[in-house]
């Protein structure tokens, strides 16, 4: 704060109704005591204490060494912003508004928000928060909890662990042997659990979203269904599913091996005849060496179970009433 020291001052004359020597002498006593709290800059060197509001009209308000205390009371800005030289310390409370912290930091109890060079970020001696303002880029130290009421959206890429391409939307790199993404609704545990993986319909405006996966882990003791492509009310079903592979692990697309229909069909290979010397593109069933004798347990109704005897090549059925071969001369 700035403020001009007293300099020399005109004597007052003898011989008028002051009396010059005490009042001489009283003016320099507080002359010296004023001057001695101000600086050779003109600034206040021991502070200064305001009972009530502090008003600061234009031109503001430049703290430079020693910095401000703020007590019960707090501090409102209305239309400007703080813009410091050094630290802003929030030893107790909390603060609105905004900071630029181009030439310091923003200090909480435990935590510093801090700019450096390009980025904006949240510092406890390891960086926990970064954020660069010119591409949008966050990223963050640990996890990331979101709780409350969504939707909760995230615009342009999620990358999760230590990800350095973000070519896809949602990556997930983790250093544990088998990183996970885990879907349910609940994690109590005795709880039925539900998780489910959708696409976006081409209808989106009007239609349900298309199940892809979906599972369903109910009570102790019962199965955990896996469903694909459908199997769930509240979502559209596909209606065609296929299933593809490849020779190796660079190769894209890869070689239709089996098409489930809407209407129920069921196709193995390419939909294509196989040659008469094909080696490979079969439909595998069991085999055994001999008559099969077990009884069979039978899941659905209207299904049969074959099994081939390797022995006397026989083809056997068993539709839940005993095994029949169908090939017997």
């Given at each position: 704060?700035?403020?001009?020291?007293?300099?020399?001052?005109?004597?007052?004359?003898?011989?008028?109704?002051?009396d010059p020597v005490p009042m001489n002498a009283n003016f320099t006593i507080h002359k010296d005591a004023f001057n001695s709290l101000v600086t050779g800059s003109n600034e206040l060197a021991?502070?200064?204490?305001?009972?009530?509001?502090?008003?600061?009209?234009?031109?503001?308000?430049?703290?430079?060494?020693?910095?401000?205390?703020?007590?019960p009371g707090g501090l409102n800005l209305t239309t400007d912003n703080i813009t410091n030289v050094g630290d802003v310390a929030a030893v107790?409370?909390?603060?609105?508004?905004?900071?630029?912290?181009?030439?310091?930091?923003?200090?909480?109890?435990?935590?510093?928000?801090?700019?450096?060079?390009?980025?904006?970020?949240?510092?406890?001696?390891?960086?926990?928060?970064?954020?660069?303002?010119?591409?949008?880029?966050?990223?963050?130290?640990?996890?990331?909890?979101?709780?409350?009421?969504?939707?909760?959206?995230?615009?342009?890429?999620?990358?999760?662990?230590?990800?350095?391409?973000?070519?896809?939307?949602?990556?997930?790199?983790h250093?544990?042997?088998?990183?996970?993404?885990?879907?349910?609704?609940?994690?109590?545990?005795?709880?039925?659990?539900?998780?489910?993986?959708?696409?976006?319909?081409?209808?989106?405006?009007?239609?349900?979203?298309?199940?892809?996966?979906?599972?369903?882990?109910?009570?102790a003791g019962t199965d955990t269904t896996l469903l694909i492509g459908g199997g769930r009310s509240t979502f559209n079903a596909c209606s065609i599913i296929k299933l593809f592979t490849a020779a190796n692990d660079a190769t894209t697309t890869g070689t239709e091996r089996m098409r489930v229909f809407a209407n129920g069909d069921v196709r193995i290979g390419t939909g294509n005849a196989i040659a008469t010397n094909a080696t490979a593109g079969f439909l595998l069933i069991p085999g055994c060496a001999g008559a099969p004798s077990g009884n069979v347990t039978n899941d659905g109704v209207g299904a049969v179970a074959l099994v081939y005897d390797t022995?006397?090549?026989?083809?056997?059925a068993n539709?839940?009433?005993?095994?029949?071969?169908?090939?017997?001369?």
């Open positions: 704060m700035a403020v001009a020291q007293i300099g020399t001052t005109t004597s007052f004359v003898a011989d008028t109704i002051i021991g502070g200064i204490t305001v009972g009530a509001a502090l008003t600061v009209e234009s031109g503001g308000l430049t703290v430079t060494a020693g910095g401000i205390t703020i007590t107790t409370g909390s603060f609105s508004g905004s900071v630029d912290t181009s030439g310091g930091k923003f200090g909480l109890p435990t935590w510093d928000l801090r700019t450096t060079g390009t980025t904006f970020e949240v510092y406890d001696g390891t960086v926990q928060l970064s954020v660069a303002p010119t591409t949008g880029d966050t990223t963050i130290r640990g996890d990331l909890v979101v709780s409350g009421t969504g939707p909760h959206t995230m615009a342009g890429e999620v990358a999760i662990g230590t990800v350095t391409d973000l070519s896809a939307g949602l990556s997930v790199i250093t544990a042997s088998e990183p996970t993404i885990l879907i349910g609704g609940t994690l109590t545990d005795g709880d039925t659990k539900d998780g489910v993986i959708c696409g976006v319909h081409r209808d989106n405006d009007t239609e349900e979203e298309i199940l892809l996966i979906s599972h369903n882990s109910a009570t022995t006397n090549n026989l083809l056997y539709d839940g009433g005993g095994w029949v071969a169908v090939n017997n001369p």
